[in-house]
T-cell receptor, first 112, second 113 residues
């Protein structure tokens, strides 16, 4: 089944404790992206990747890192989480030419 | 930056009625997409309409695009309780060529049985 998976689905952590949210897709998509969703602000793009080893900042990259060492994986790293990073995070992927983005189920993060 | 802006923000209708949501955007686009999100879950792609298309259908969904007015509408006919969700329009930025999508804040649709 074609899908985008994210782990963990729920995470409670404390300020400053490094964490990684994994994202994996099995559709051989070139394009992958991370979004955060906050009430009243909609979805905002954090980082995106157009192919292996090619990443770029989205609209709200501060406090986040990403890597794209393999085509299927695109982890999101919070080196030193802060409470303002409490949010619902989505990973998405697409075949560049098809443009439709496939979303993962979301990771709900609470930073205390 | 928020390119797509949906209207209304919330809509409540009875099962069987039609639901219409509108989206406006600011810059030129290659395509516009509509997504559905059930509460707290991932977004699901509904339909994509390209800038050279004016209308597109998919089952009970009808999407129109007016590039002169920079607006689109999503019509759901004969609504069902299962259509209760948030609906988002998303546009690409024609000039960026990055595949980046910009989402609006969504319309929350409630369909009462």
């Amino acid at each position: 089944e074609a899908q985008v998976t994210q782990n963990p689905r729920y995470l409670i952590t404390v300020t400053g404790k490094k964490l990684t949210v994994t994202c994996s897709q099995n559709m051989n998509h070139e394009y992958m992206s991370w979004y955060r969703q906050d009430p009243g602000l909609g979805l905002r793009q954090i980082y995106y990747s157009m192919n292996v080893e090619v990443t770029d900042k989205g609209d709200v990259p501060e406090g986040y890192k990403v890597s794209r060492k393999e085509k299927r994986n695109f982890p999101l790293i919070l080196e030193s989480p802060s409470p303002n990073q409490t949010s619902l995070y989505f990973c998405a992927s697409s075949n560049w030419y098809q443009e439709t983005q496939y979303f993962g189920p979301g990771t709900r993060l609470l930073v205390l | 930056s928020q390119q797509g802006e949906e209207d209304p923000q919330a809509l409540s209708i009875q099962e069987g009625e039609n639901a219409t949501m509108n989206c406006s955007y600011k810059t030129s686009i290659n395509n516009l997409q509509w997504y559905r999100q059930n509460s707290g879950r991932g977004l699901v792609h509904l339909i994509l309409i390209r800038s050279n298309e004016r209308e597109k259908h998919s089952g009970r969904l009808r999407v129109t695009l007016d590039t002169s007015k920079k607006s689109s509408s999503l019509l759901i006919t004969a609504s069902r309780a299962a259509d209760t969700a948030s609906y988002f329009c998303a546009t690409d930025e024609d000039s960026s060529n990055t595949g980046k999508l910009i989402f609006g804040q969504g319309t929350t649709l409630q369909v009462k049985p």
